[in-house]
Nanobody, 123 residues
Framework: QVELVESGGGLVQPGGSLRLSCQVSELIFRHYAVGWFRQAPGKEREFVAAISRTGLLTDYADSVKGRFTISKDSIQYRLYLQMGSLTPEDTAVYLC????????????????WGQGTQVTVSS
């Protein structure tokens, strides 16, 4: 069964922090890399961060590097995105996804998606 369910979104002030969580099915967790993407109103979906199946490799979009950290819990099959120094430009629906298509890059090849969780950064 393929399942990705996000949680943890909400309203946060500029400069604040937030941690997103994604419950991932065991099938996905054991076999595929997983990542976070986001889509703001009127914009295309963009890559945010990804972590390899083994957890040894990570990749970040330049816009979040140094502010966001991706991690995963191999016991609870959870994917996390720790976000800090948030700005209004980070406002978007955040989606977790599984890299089920082989790709050269960790940020490509995502075919399975969660429903998303809204993050709003505003004072």
């Amino acid at each position: 069964q393929v399942e990705l369910v996000e949680s943890g979104g909400g309203l946060v002030q500029p400069g604040g922090s937030l941690r997103l969580s994604c419950q991932v099915s065991e099938l996905i967790f054991r076999h595929y890399a997983v990542g976070w993407f986001r889509q703001a109103p009127g914009k295309e979906r963009e890559f945010v961060a990804a972590i390899s199946r083994t957890g040894l490799l990570t990749d970040y979009a330049d816009s979040v590097k140094g502010r966001f950290t991706i991690s995963k819990d191999s016991i609870q099959y959870r994917l996390y995105l720790q976000m800090g120094s948030l700005t209004p430009e980070d406002t978007a629906v955040y989606l977790c996804a599984a890299q089920t298509t082989r790709a050269q890059e960790l940020r490509a090849g995502y075919d399975y998606w969660g429903q998303g969780t809204q993050v709003t950064v505003s004072s």
